[in-house]
């Protein structure tokens, strides 16, 4: 069974996305609340520290926030799917403004047990909203042409990905006027205000968060173990965040290496810029392909670029080739997210972004630590091939399946929207 958009955009553009009735004040709402994430990260850091005065205690607290938030976010968007996002967003966010303020006032104390604060980040963590897979999941039930959602999601994509890079600024500013756990009450104030401001957004209220017609009855065909689109789009996102976890190690190991540490934060605002000019290129141009192939096709193209990286002369190439890899980076994770999208009914949709969402963290985590146990004691330019390795056997092992279901005439199966 072919799935075919209902309605056509005469014009799919990035204007006629923004022009759909209420996405503007959806997705700024919902950006205004995905912003804490970029700062709270670093605001608990940079407190617990100066609360303990210890590294060991600002990384397990860090840690123990960000594996609850990664191990627990698949089960707070299934919340979404069963009761809506108005009626789990707000207790969610509530509950996590709440902890990120209790967190805020106990590192401002130095009497606090860090394993009091471990505890408190675990549970902020556990109760992160899921603002991302809910955006998403509102765009597609705004957008029923294939086309505009494709360039939604790309969209939204590097939006996300500026967020993480404005977040940190905005914490630099404030802690040249306020001690660093300050940072952890505007995250909260963030959080709270932009989720209140999503959920009672007509797009919201209208019902356009809220199971289709039908949908229930679609959702239980799905139910059970995921469909081969959405484990495929999980691979492969767990294996972009592979890639993208162990490069900042190692082009760090590659700057030392050349004794240009100043050629760090130029690598990594190049990856940045890279990937999003190829998220709106890739949002902007009508692909042939179906999104099962096309992802397979990226995070190949990603992983070659990477093992290719590490045979860079000077950082100067490294540089260059750090932003080729970048032009791949957003246009594979937003086509993990359409494939998602498209595997599943309009029910699961969070749930299944979630998934690819939490695949991908994972990737990011465990990557991060496999990348500081082969630098020095492998070449670096081995590092950089096996860091690449996960993306190109993930795109290997996605490629010949997806262009199986992609073959108009398999009934009985949702096939890949083109």
């Not at 590192?107 to 549970?123: E, N």
């Not at 505009?148 to 600024?169: C, I, K, M, N, Q």
């Not at 229930?216 to 484990?231: D, I, K, Q, S, Y």
């Not at 993306?391 to 996605?398: D, H, P």
Request: glycine share 12%.
């Amino acid at each position: 069974m072919s799935v075919t958009s209902p309605v056509h955009s005469p014009a799919p553009t990035y204007a006629a996305v923004l022009r759909t009735p209420h996405a503007r004040r959806t997705f700024g709402a919902a950006l205004l609340g995905r912003l804490s994430y970029g700062t709270a990260p670093l605001s608990l850091i940079l407190s617990v520290k100066a609360s303990t005065g210890s590294y060991a205690a600002a990384g397990t607290v860090m840690a123990a926030f960000g594996l609850t938030g990664v191990l627990l976010s698949p089960a707070r968007a299934a919340l979404v799917d069963r009761f809506g996002p108005r009626r789990t967003l707000v207790p969610l966010a509530t509950a996590y403004a709440l902890l990120l303020t209790v967190l805020a006032v106990a590192t401002a104390r130095p009497t606090t047990p860090a394993l009091a604060l471990v505890v408190l980040a675990s549970c902020a963590g556990g109760l992160t909203p899921p603002l991302g897979p809910v955006t998403r999941a509102l765009w597609s039930a705004m957008l029923p042409d294939r086309e505009l959602l494709r360039r939604a999601y790309s969209l939204d994509t590097v939006a996300e990905e500026l967020l993480f890079v404005t977040g940190p600024l905005l914490v630099g500013l404030l802690l040249r006027y306020a001690a660093a756990p300050a940072g952890l009450a505007v995250s909260a104030g963030l959080v709270l205000t932009g989720t209140l401001a999503l959920v009672t957004s007509p797009a919201v209220r209208g019902g356009a968060g809220e199971r289709e017609p039908g949908a229930p009855e679609r959702a239980a065909v799905r139910r059970g173990a995921p469909g081969p689109g959405l484990l495929g789009a999980a691979v492969v996102a767990a294996a972009v965040g592979m890639c993208l976890g162990a490069v900042e190690l190692l082009v760090i190991a590659f700057a030392d290496g050349h004794h240009r540490p100043g050629a760090v934060p130029w690598a990594m605002a190049a990856l940045s810029a890279g990937s999003a000019v190829g998220g709106l290129v890739y949002g902007a141009v009508r692909w042939r392909a179906s999104t099962a192939v096309r992802l397979s096709v990226l995070a190949l193209c990603l992983g070659a670029v990477l093992a290719a990286t590490g045979l860079s002369p000077h950082p100067y190439a490294l540089i260059g080739w750090v932003a080729l890899g970048g032009l791949f980076t957003a246009p594979a994770i937003t086509s993990a997210y359409l494939l998602a999208d498209e595997s599943v009914g309009a029910g699961q949709r969070t749930r299944a972004g979630a998934w690819v969402n939490t695949a991908f963290n994972a990737g990011t985590t465990v990557a991060t630590a496999g990348a500081g146990l082969l630098v020095g004691r492998l070449p670096l330019s081995v590092c950089f091939a096996v860091a690449a390795l996960p993306a190109v056997l993930a795109a290997v092992g996605t490629l010949v399946p997806a262009g199986v279901r992609a073959r108009p005439g398999s009934a009985g199966r949702v096939e890949p929207v083109q």
